[in-house]
């Protein structure tokens, strides 16, 4: 077998068994991943999901990786906003941010995999388009839009890592939302009675703890507004 060299997308497209589809394969990737993690995925797993023969996924891709870089690829183009965009550049910018989150909230094991490479894929380079389309109406030169982006997707990755580690916590320790709330409140109150924590224990628990997703939404809101509106007042400034 020739070794795959470079990124996958800039490599021919390999021939596909007519009874298989790299969507099918892919999207049982994705659910295998979703219910048991990254680690749970594997070339004999999905061919087992799939009653096929491990070697026809061969046809495919040649590597993990790249099946790797197919699920993320995926899951992007999940990312994707219904259009037409708002006509508000905030609005359309924030409506492409929360589909992100809510995406990222069901495919956990993404973040990891955005932090070790470099999203390119077909999928990616549409939500860079619709990324780019949000903010057409600012009329921003072409490098101060792409730092504008790189911004707020700086912000919204960190935001969402943080966010889900609390659910991740729950589902290692494969406990409810309730029983980590109760656990978790103990735990904090026991933590802030001595008065070691005095600013800690005037925060209260979400100083500590991320909280539900109504809480860390709104958090995430506030703090896109700071960024968004902080931009804006620099391009008054400047123009």
Known sequence: MTEARGPLWTRPAASKPERLTREAVVATAVA?????????????RIAAELQAR?????SFFKRKDDLIDLMLDHVLGEMLVTEPLP????????????????????HMWMMGVL?????IGPN?????????????????????????????DTYLWGFATLANQELAARQRDAITEQE?????????????AGGEFPRLAEAGRHGLLRGDTDVWIAEFDEGLQWILEGFAAAQERNS
Do not use: K
Request: no cysteine; glycine share 8%.
């Open 180 to 192: 980590w709330q109760q656990s978790t409140d103990a735990y904090f109150a026991e933590l802030t």
């Open 87 to 106: 006509e508000d550049w905030r609005e359309a910018l924030g409506a492409v941010l929360h589909r992100q989150l809510q995406v990222g909230r069901r």
């Open 54 to 58: 491990p070697m026809t996924l061969y």
């Open 115 to 119: 932090g070790a490479r470099a999203p």
């Open 32 to 44: 295998i991943a979703d219910a048991e993690g990254l680690d749970a995925v594997s070339v004999r």
């Open 124 to 152: 990616a380079a549409r939500h860079a388009e619709q990324s780019h389309a949000a903010i057409a109406g600012l009329g921003l030169p072409p490098a101060r839009a792409v730092r504008l982006l790189r911004v707020v």
